[in-house]
T-cell receptor, first 111, second 113 residues
Framework: DTEVTQTPKHLVMGMTNKKSLKCEQH?????MYWYKQKAKKPPELMFV???????INESVPSRFSPECPNSSLLNLHLHALQPEDSALYLC??????????FGPGTRLTVL | AQSVTQLDSQVPVFEEAPVELRCNYS??????LFWYVQYPNQGLQLLLK??????LVKGINGFEAEFNKSQTSFHLRKPSVHISDTAEYFC???????????FGKGTRLSVIA
C-alpha cells in the first residue's frame, strides 16, 4: 500500500481566514513533504520533515506554518493568505530510499 | 546546481503509436531517477524509478525507461499509447544524502484518436 491521503480535496478561503490542510500516511515513512504546484508548472518544495523534525524550509512565507504531530500526520496551517497562494498543495512521503509517494492534493483558492 | 531538462514541453501522438519523452539531468555523481505522471486535477503518481542495477527499468501502464550514464539521460518510452495516457509527465532526480527531488518542467503528452 503506497497511499498518502490529503484532506480537504478543495478549499476556498478568504484572506483573513485561518485554515489547515491535513496529510496522512500509514506506510511507516519517516520523511514527509509539502509542495506547492501552480498550473502547468512542476511542484515546488516548501517543507521537509524527517523523523518528525523540520529539516528543510525553502524560504516559505510565515503565513504557511507546518506541523508534524506524529510520524503519520503532517499539517499545513494557513493564515492571512494572498490570492497568489492559490494553487494545488501536494503532500508526499518517503522511506529511506528516496522514492516519494504523493497524495492527491488539496486545491486551494484564496479570494 | 543540479538540474533536469525535459526537452519537449508538449508531445502530440496518435493512438497506438510509440512515444518517447526525453529527460536529461546534470550530474557527475550517482543519481536516483524518477518519472511521475499527473492526470488532470490529481496528484503525482510514480511511473517508474532507477536507483541502481539494470539500466532498463519497467514501470506501470506499459512504460519503460533507460538510464544512460554517459549521456546523462533517462528517456521514457511506450510502444503503443492509449487515449488514457494523456497527462503531464515529470522527470525528477535526487542524490545520495536524501536530498530533495529536483523536477523537470514537465512534458504534456496528448494522445489523439
Amino acid at each position: 500500500d503506497t497511499e498518502v491521503t490529503q484532506t480537504p480535496k478543495h478549499l476556498v478561503m478568504g484572506m483573513t481566514n485561518k485554515k489547515s490542510l491535513k496529510c496522512e500516511q500509514h506506510m511507516g515513512h519517516r520523511a514527509m513533504y509539502w509542495y506547492k504546484q501552480k498550473a502547468k508548472k512542476p511542484p515546488e518544495l516548501m517543507f521537509v520533515y524527517s523523523y518528525e523534525k523540520l529539516s528543510i524550509n525553502e524560504s516559505v512565507p510565515s503565513r504557511f506554518s507546518p506541523e508534524c504531530p506524529n510520524s503519520s500526520l503532517l499539517n499545513l496551517h494557513l493564515h492571512a493568505l494572498q490570492p497568489e497562494d492559490s494553487a494545488l498543495y501536494l503532500c508526499a512521503s518517503s522511506p529511506a530510499e528516496h522514492t516519494q509517494y504523493f497524495g492527491p492534493g488539496t486545491r486551494l483558492t484564496v479570494l | 546546481a543540479q538540474s533536469v531538462t525535459q526537452l519537449d514541453s508538449q508531445v502530440p501522438v496518435f493512438e497506438e503509436a510509440p512515444v518517447e519523452l526525453r529527460c536529461n539531468y546534470s550530474s557527475s555523481v550517482s543519481v536516483y531517477l524518477f518519472w511521475y505522471v499527473q492526470y488532470p486535477n490529481q496528484g503525482l503518481q510514480l511511473l517508474l524509478k532507477y536507483l541502481s542495477g539494470s539500466t532498463l527499468v519497467k514501470g506501470i501502464n506499459g512504460f519503460e525507461a533507460e538510464f544512460n550514464k554517459s549521456q546523462t539521460s533517462f528517456h521514457l518510452r511506450k510502444p503503443s499509447v492509449h487515449i488514457s495516457d494523456t497527462a503531464e509527465y515529470f522527470c525528477a532526480v535526487s542524490y545520495p544524502g536524501n536530498t530533495p527531488l529536483v523536477f523537470g518542467k514537465g512534458t504534456r503528452l496528448s494522445v489523439i484518436a
